[in-house]
């Protein structure tokens, strides 16, 4: 699926499900339909593609116990969180202290704001429609610390239920079955290729992502060497203009003449005319060592 396609896609379930919660009130149905557009906005369109991992383990703004992500040691670490700096004007904040390369960054957390409509969106969400699908799962009052929660309430533990989650609600939408984690290889492949539209800088939205540059290239852009190859091509053919419109150096004279420098003569042999050679064959023989 291509980049615009998705962003498309994703943009429409976010507008449709604004529309039926004001037509239709919060209810266990909008309220499921508006967390879905929330969490695919989240995983492609507003941020580079975060990891599927953060966006998991993303508590709510209300939480206020240790660290859930397992083995964490740090006293003082919120973990993986969404927070609300400020209601008026609204500003949303994430922080993942817990990502992939969080050990070999010397522990440096990734932190953003969170852009304006997304935020618009989540604030939404996390009020009367996320209580409403708590207390559907029996769940009463803020049990679930997590943003996201899967039918039954609870959060995408495991990454497998995340998956299926999300590959059947691409589907929903008139989507094909993508795994979610194939976000980061469509974004990657719009911004390194030809016609990338102007956007974030690379090296911010590999931060972002939770990596580098250089690992797109490795793992995430599947056109690499195809778009090199096309690229090598199509640029010969502005070499090979500049080499026509260049001046070539004078042609070489190669009329024969009775006196080379070689030693050759142009003798009559019966209607055939040939070189012989002056060498002798053992200087024939030099030559050829």
């Not at 507008?15 to 004001?22: K, V, Y």
Request: with cysteine; net charge negative.
């Amino acid at each position: 699926m291509s980049a615009p396609r998705l962003v498309h896609l994703i943009h429409g379930a976010e507008l449709q499900s604004q529309d039926q919660m004001q037509q239709q009130g919060v209810t266990v149905e909008t309220s499921r339909y508006m967390h879905d557009a929330a969490l695919a906005a989240m995983t492609f369109s507003h941020l580079p593609p975060v990891r599927l991992s953060c966006i998991r383990s993303l508590v709510v703004p209300a939480y206020t116990g240790p660290c859930l992500y397992p083995d964490c040691k740090e006293p003082s670490c919120e973990g993986n969180r969404l927070s609300i700096m400020s209601e008026s004007p609204l500003l949303m904040h994430i922080q993942l202290p817990h990502h992939k390369n969080a050990r070999k960054w010397g522990k440096a957390v990734i932190e953003v704001d969170v852009p304006s409509d997304l935020a618009q969106l989540l604030h939404t969400y996390l009020g009367a429609p996320r209580k409403a699908l708590l207390e559907h799962h029996l769940l009463i009052g803020d049990t679930c610390p997590y943003v996201f929660m899967d039918m039954q309430g609870r959060g995408f533990v495991a990454a497998a239920v995340l998956t299926l989650y999300w590959q059947k609600w691409l589907v929903s939408r008139g989507g094909v079955p993508m795994n979610p984690s194939m976000c980061r290889q469509v974004f990657v492949d719009e911004r390194q290729s030809n016609s990338a539209t102007a956007g974030p800088s690379n090296q911010g939205a590999a931060m972002v992502m939770g990596h580098s540059v250089k690992q797109w290239d490795k793992w995430y852009d599947m056109q690499y060497h195809p778009r090199l190859a096309q690229n090598a091509v199509d640029g010969m053919q502005s070499w090979r203009a500049a080499m026509l419109q260049s001046h070539p150096p004078a042609a070489p004279d190669l009329t024969l003449s009775s006196a080379l420098h070689c030693g050759h003569v142009l003798v009559s042999d019966s209607d055939e005319s040939r070189y012989q050679s002056c060498c002798s064959d053992s200087d024939i023989d030099i030559e050829l060592d």
